[in-house]
T-cell receptor, first 111, second 114 residues
Framework: DQQVKQNSPSLSVQEGRISILNCDYT??????FLWYKKYPAEGPTFLIS?????DKNEDGRFTVFLNKSAKHLSLHIVPSQPGDSAVYFC??????????FGGGTRLMVKP | KAGVTQTPRYLIKTRGQQVTLSCSPI?????VSWYQQTPGQGLQFLFE???????NKGNFPGRFSGRQFSNSRSEMNVSTLELGDSALYLC?????????????FGEGSRLTVL
């Protein structure tokens, strides 16, 4: 039972363009949603989060949108840079720091 | 400020053995969580400790256990190792008592079971 799903295993975009990563969830009890970035041979790094009572949160080039009725969230990166190339994990939290992760999307930003 | 430190970084064990992994959280962080990452199952929550008490436990068999010490350092143990336990084990720490899910991860301990 995958409560958090990232349906696109990979995404390729041109430098300077927008990257949009998507995530769907099934559990209405999640109260925080987060995005983590992971480079090879490193642990995940927290990127941005959004509370379930909000529908948008922005931090520099990164914006997360939450659509509760559709149980969908997305991460927008504008403009995309080659250094953004990594695996991005969507995660959801509903008790303590017990995160449920999606399967990840590998983003490749081409120069 | 030093990050989350995990030891050992790599280890190889054989089936039936047991293993202990160690995690030192960021100074001042009192919450420590453990996650297992495998190609097939992705990142899965194992357990979380806060002030030496297990606060949450994931859906793993009893062979997986952990503990937290008074200095917030944590260990996890896997007994009677199986081939399927081969994975990257990630430790994460958090300062906040509020449960926002913002975690600082270590680089992980890669366990190979032969």
């Amino acid at each position: 039972d995958q409560q958090v799903k990232q349906n696109s295993p990979s995404l390729s975009v041109q430098e300077g363009r927008i990257s949009i990563l998507n995530c769907d969830y099934t559990n209405s009890m999640f109260d925080y949603f987060l995005w983590y970035k992971k480079y090879p041979a490193e642990g995940p790094t927290f990127l941005i989060s959004i509370s379930s009572i909000k529908d948008k949160n922005e931090d520099g080039r990164f914006t997360v949108f939450l659509n509760k009725s559709a149980k969908h969230l997305s991460l927008h990166i504008v403009p995309s840079q080659p250094g953004d190339s990594a695996v991005y994990f969507c995660a959801a939290n509903n008790a303590g720091n017990m995160l449920t992760f999606g399967g990840g999307t590998r983003l490749m930003v081409k120069p | 400020k030093a990050g989350v430190t995990q030891t050992p970084r790599y280890l190889i064990k054989t089936r039936g053995q047991q293993v202990t992994l160690s995690c030192s959280p960021i100074s001042g962080h009192r919450s420590v969580s453990w996650y297992q990452q495998t190609p097939g199952q992705g990142l899965q929550f194992l357990f979380e400790y806060f002030s030496e008490t297990q606060r949450n436990k994931g859906n793993f068999p009893g062979r997986f256990s952990g503990r937290q010490f008074s200095n917030s350092r944590s260990e996890m143990n896997v007994s009677t190792l199986e081939l399927g336990d081969s994975a990257l084990y990630l430790c994460a720490s958090s300062f906040r008592q509020e449960n926002t899910g913002e975690l600082f991860f270590g680089e992980g301990s890669r366990l190979t079971v032969l």
